[in-house]
């Protein structure tokens, strides 16, 4: 009679690593999508911190206003040592390096309202209307030109982020 070995091979079959390897593509295949879409999540996340920053800067700037005695268009408001011009209504208008159409909102003066507040961020600035500016993504990103938010120097109102084009005008 023969002695049968009783130290069986340890290990795993053939079989069994394909299968762990063929359920480990199955899982990278359904979690892969998910992964590639945090780039865009984490863009809107910063463009929607930009926004928070600038509304808590536009309030800010009207509550120095007030406190000021409500100075006309014409008087720089100091923020810190960085002049500002309030709108008649107390919203941030422009710097001090834009004196003329008060009242009136452009392209550069929307630029110079959110680089006095924030600073020199990278936004792109459009005059959407004569009392508005529409803020939104640069080119070179994922959420170029989808991603945008709007400043309306009659009211002081800053919108939500808006998902789509801005406004070109």
């Known amino acids: 009679m023969l002695n049968k070995s009783k130290n ?4 795993f ?8 390897i ?3 593509g199955i899982l990278a295949a ?25 509304s808590s800067g536009v309030s800010i700037a009207h509550a120095a206003w007030l406190v000021s005695g409500e100075p006309d268009s014409t008087t720089a408001l100091d923020l810190d040592g960085t002049n500002i011009y ?12 834009i004196t003329t159409g ?8 929307c630029t110079a309202v959110i ?6 961020i990278d936004v792109g600035t459009i005059s959407s209307s004569a009392s508005q500016c529409n803020f939104y993504v640069p080119s070179g990103t994922a959420s170029a ?16 982020v808006l998902v789509g084009a801005p406004p070109l005008t």
């Open 102 to 109: 008060a009242g009136t909102m452009s392209s550069t003066k």
């Open 22 to 24: 063929v359920l480990l």
């Open 30 to 54: 359904t979690a892969l999508p998910k992964f590639a879409d945090i780039s865009s999540d984490a863009e809107r996340a910063s463009f929607e911190g930009i926004r928070g920053g600038f």
């Open 115 to 120: 680089d006095t507040l924030l600073g020199n």
């Open 8 to 11: 069986k091979d340890k290990g």
């Open 13 to 20: 079959t053939l079989i069994e690593l394909v299968m762990v």
């Open 86 to 97: 309030m709108s008649s209504g107390g919203w941030p208008e422009n710097d001090a390096s």
């Open 145 to 160: 030109a989808t991603l945008n938010f709007t400043y309306d120097i009659l009211s002081g109102a800053v919108s939500d």
